[in-house]
């Protein structure tokens, strides 16, 4: 397990803040996981360890949200990763004809004014 004494979300957050996507592998039954926590979720390991995600996957489900007088409209998206996890973002500079099921994404690290997130982009066909 990571000998940092920082949560597995700290040390997920501080990664994005240097543009790195990692996400947790289990020594045990070695499968990757995504949210960050302090166990596996497959075999309940506490062993893991953080590896840069390849970043590619396919979009699994989608959905819009409406613009409002406060707020402009985003999508939402489920994507599974070819390393073996579901996660769920945005699709950047896509409009609701781009949203297409098995549609492959590429993540990218995003740094926001107060937090980076990651988000993904179509990937060139």
């Known amino acids: 397990m990571s000998d940092s004494p920082a949560s597995p979300e700290a040390r997920f957050q501080a990664a994005l803040a240097e543009g790195r996507f990692e996400v947790q592998w ?5 499968r990757a996981f995504f949210f960050p926590r302090t166990h596996c979720p497959h075999c309940h390991g506490a062993d893991h360890e953080w590896r840069t995600s390849t970043g590619v996957g396919t979009l699994y489900s989608h959905s819009e949200i409406p613009a409002t007088s406060k707020t402009p409209g985003r999508n939402v998206i489920l994507v599974d990763m070819d390393d073996g996890f579901r996660m769920m973002s945005t699709l950047l500079d896509a409009g609701s004809a781009d949203l297409q099921i ?24």
């Open 26 to 30: 289990c020594t045990a039954c070695a």
């Open 102 to 125: 098995g549609l492959r994404v590429r993540a990218s690290v995003e740094r926001l004014t107060d937090q980076a997130r990651v988000v993904f982009r179509r990937m060139a066909t």
